[in-house]
């Protein structure tokens, strides 16, 4: 049974850094891409980066460049999201999810940040 | 604005069936496969269909089909359950980057 669990989520001051991880079970993690979404409270799903199975490509949210990290360890099993300068429109439920076919097929519970002095 | 179009909203009365669409103007949809996702009361996603294969746990009144630039979500027998919002998403392969749509709320009369 594939099992994503997330972490790290809260309130944070604007400005500051965050970083998300997404604990996996259940499947060979070393043999998936994994992605990253959010939503913003009352909209709808918005993609935040994407890795390779191994970690050698990244993608990003043109709109999020530069203020995000995505990395993983594959030893310990887990996916993880830096997130920089923060900014109160950051505020949103992180997903992640495990890819396949280049779209995401499982998801995890999600994780609430809220970015607010 | 998304890069796929869905209805904004849907509705339908139990057991009818219902069709909710997801539209591009590229072509990735025709190209990479598509998914479809419910999400209750702003929930975690749950995806309904990833391609043309009913995953785990999902019931076959869940169909999926594509034609040229749009993607086809239908439930046949509709149920109260089903009530919900439905995201579908794909590849984009100009943007190197997964797509959503805006998402449809089914709404079960």
């Known amino acids: 049974q594939v099992q994503l669990v997330e972490s790290g989520g809260g309130v944070v001051q604007p400005g500051r850094s965050l970083r998300l991880s997404c604990a996996a079970s259940?499947?060979?993690?070393?043999?998936?891409?994994m992605h990253w979404v959010r939503q913003a409270p009352g909209k709808g799903l918005e993609w935040v980066a994407s890795?390779?199975?191994?970690?050698?490509?990244?993608y990003y949210a043109e709109s999020l460049k530069g203020r995000l990290t995505i990395s993983r360890d594959n030893s310990k099993n887990t996916l993880y999201l830096q997130m920089y300068s923060l900014r109160p429109d950051d505020s949103a439920m992180y997903y992640c999810?495990?890819?396949?076919?280049?779209?995401?097929?499982?998801w995890g519970q999600g994780a609430l940040v809220a970015v607010s002095s | 604005q998304s890069a796929l179009t869905q209805e904004a909203s849907v509705s339908g009365t139990v057991g009818q069936k219902v069709t909710l669409s997801c539209t591009e103007a590229?072509?990735?949809?025709?190209?990479?496969?598509v998914a479809w996702y419910r999400q209750v009361s702003h929930g975690a996603p749950k995806t309904v269909m990833f391609?043309?294969s009913l995953p785990s746990g999902i019931p076959d009144r869940f169909s999926g089909s594509k034609s040229g630039t749009t993607s086809s979500l239908t439930i046949s027998g509709l149920q109260p359950e089903d009530e919900a919002d439905y995201f579908c998403?794909?590849?984009?392969?100009?943007?190197?980057?997964?797509?959503f749509g805006g998402g449809t709320k089914l709404t079960v009369l």
């Open positions: 999810g495990r890819g396949r076919q280049l779209v995401a097929d499982s």
């Open positions: 259940g499947f060979t993690f070393s043999v998936y891409a």
């Open positions: 890795i390779s199975y191994d970690g050698s490509n990244e």
């Open positions: 590229k072509n990735n949809i025709g190209s990479y496969t």
């Open positions: 391609g043309n």
């Open positions: 998403s794909t590849w984009d392969y100009s943007l190197n980057a997964v797509v």
